[in-house]
């Protein structure tokens, strides 16, 4: 007898979600974000245990995104993201830089400090645009560069919101060194400085990446990907009483730019 059961009369690609999408295409990137959020290898029991799906369903989504080359099975039956995945984080992180690059302006012509835009990727942290200050000083900040994120504000920035454990392991896999004198070498210090910038609404790095560099540093709101927001400048002009007056047009900028993001992500849906 015929079953009105959507599941069992419906292919799985063509199930509508409660959102008005593709079921199947939502699974299959949760799985992905999942993935990324365990260091990019797991196992299928592990993926079932978080995302609550059954294993054959993942078994299935598995073995498409392997098919696509979006993901990849190791020797040890366990899976990790596939190099299909970096031609398309290198154009969307090209892309949010020029989305970017407008409101940076706005940061250099208010502040009159180098701007910058970094994401989080993996356990790096790396720069995906700047516009640089009028004032000629030549400073590690330039896009591309990757730095861990013990030692930087943007650091700072991006970690504030993570659990403790998942910060911890972050600073095994990376270790910490110094960089200068004054870096945090210490995962309890590095734990207490996350508390700070949860306590005060941003991130300051005080000569740890660079000796005569500051930096001032936010997270942009409710980012589709871990995102901060910084000004450096030299640590005689970017002092404490300029901090009082530079960090709420960073946090402006960051709204502003979090608000451009998410109604790009909408657009003509």
């Not at 994401?119 to 900040?141: C, I, N, W």
């Not at 998942?166 to 996350?194: E, S």
Request: net charge neutral.
């Amino acid at each position: 007898m015929p079953t009105s059961s959507a599941s069992a009369s419906t292919p799985d690609a063509a199930v509508k979600s409660p959102g008005g999408g593709v079921q199947s295409l939502e699974r299959a990137f949760d799985l992905l974000e999942r993935m990324a959020d365990a260091g990019g290898e797991v196992g299928l029991s592990e993926l079932s245990a978080s995302s609550g799906l059954p294993l054959p369903t993942i078994h299935r989504l598995m073995r498409t995104l392997v098919a696509c080359g979006y993901v990849r099975q190791q020797p040890n039956r366990r899976y990790a993201l596939g190099p299909r995945l970096i031609r398309l984080g290198e154009s969307a992180s090209r892309l949010l830089g020029t989305w970017a690059r407008p409101h940076l302006a706005r940061l250099v012509e208010e502040t009159g400090e180098t701007a910058n835009m970094a994401l989080l990727d993996g356990d790096e942290v790396v720069y995906v645009a700047q516009v640089p200050s009028k004032h000629s000083m030549r400073m590690f900040t330039e896009v591309g560069r990757r730095v861990l994120p013990h030692s930087t504000g943007v650091g700072k920035a991006l970690l504030a919101g993570a659990r403790p454990d998942d910060v911890r392991a972050l600073l095994a896999r990376t270790g910490m060194p110094a960089a200068t004198d004054r870096t945090i070498t210490t995962p309890d210090a590095f734990l207490r400085a996350l508390e700070e910038v949860r306590h005060q609404g941003y991130a300051v790095d005080d000569n740890e990446q660079e000796i005569g560099v500051r930096c001032l540093a936010v997270p942009v709101p409710e980012s589709p990907t871990a995102a901060a927001v910084s000004i450096s400048g030299p640590a005689g002009r970017v002092t404490e009483a300029a901090t009082a007056s530079i960090v709420p047009v960073l946090q402006e900028v960051a709204l502003a730019l979090a608000a451009e993001l998410k109604s790009t992500g909408t657009a003509g849906i």
